[in-house]
């Protein structure tokens, strides 16, 4: 699976648009990118998944650039709330199931 | 559907006692997913099933641990004899196969194990 990177933590005040990027330079064309979001004591849950160009849901956007080796997950206008750990993943769609995660990135909101 | 159901919470045990925990994906799942989470390490998986069947187990610390998935509503992961470092959260995930675009998988509560 492609390994990737992205911040350890950042830091943002609710009403502002966050990005948090996160590099997967050894995606395959098969590979699928999907975002998780972790809050303190509770399991990961599903944000957004995509495989090109911008998907958008009601809690995200998800930037691809054409060469895919990034991915930037936009949340529009934070809030307290909002504050946990987001994963990237890299998964090969369907075939193995496998799903791996990796460090995240704890985003911190504050007043 | 409930969603995913794990069990017990919380546990305490003592060093070398047996642990189980227990899981109920939820229905009509293909998946099954044991992770563990550490400050130290993250989230690691340990293994996964696929119709209740193993398909990779490679994350599995040593032989003290073993999970098992009977059927398909129910798996359990076993820690005998249990150590101080195999306090952590264990979670459990399950995922429908549906189609291929499919990477959500939706986890439990998870259950908090302190090994004394």
């Known amino acids: 699976l492609a390994k990737t990177t992205q911040p350890i933590s950042m830091d943002s005040y609710e009403g502002q648009e966050v990005n948090i990027t996160c590099s997967h330079n050894?995606?395959?064309?098969?590979?699928?990118i999907t975002w998780y979001q972790q809050f303190p004591s509770q399991g990961p849950r599903f944000i957004i998944q995509?495989?090109?160009t911008k998907v958008t849901n009601e809690v995200a956007s998800l930037f691809i650039p054409a060469d895919r080796k990034s991915s930037t997950l936009s949340l529009p206008r934070v809030s307290l709330s909002d504050t946990a750990v987001y994963y990237c993943?890299?998964?090969?769609?369907?075939?193995?199931?496998?799903?791996?995660f990796g460090q995240g990135t704890t985003l911190q909101v504050k007043p | 559907d409930a969603g995913v159901i794990q069990s017990p919470r919380h546990e305490v045990t003592e060093m070398g006692q047996e642990v189980t925990l227990r899981c109920k994906p939820i229905?009509?799942?293909?998946?099954l997913f044991w992770y563990r989470q550490t400050m130290m390490r993250g989230l690691e998986l340990l293994i996964y099933?696929?119709?209740?069947?193993?398909?990779?187990d490679s994350g599995m610390p040593e032989d003290r641990f073993s999970a098992k998935m009977p059927n398909a509503s129910f798996s359990t992961l076993k820690i005998q004899p249990s150590e101080p470092r195999d306090s952590a959260v264990y979670f459990c995930a399950s995922k429908g196969a549906g189609n291929l675009l499919n990477t959500e998988a939706f986890f439990g509560q998870g259950t908090r194990l302190t090994v004394v």
């Open positions: 050894n995606i395959a064309t098969n590979d699928y």
């Open positions: 993943l890299v998964a090969l769609s369907g075939n193995t199931g496998k799903l791996i």
């Open positions: 099933f696929n119709n209740n069947v193993p398909i990779d």
């Open positions: 995509g495989y090109k």
């Open positions: 229905s009509g799942h293909d998946y």
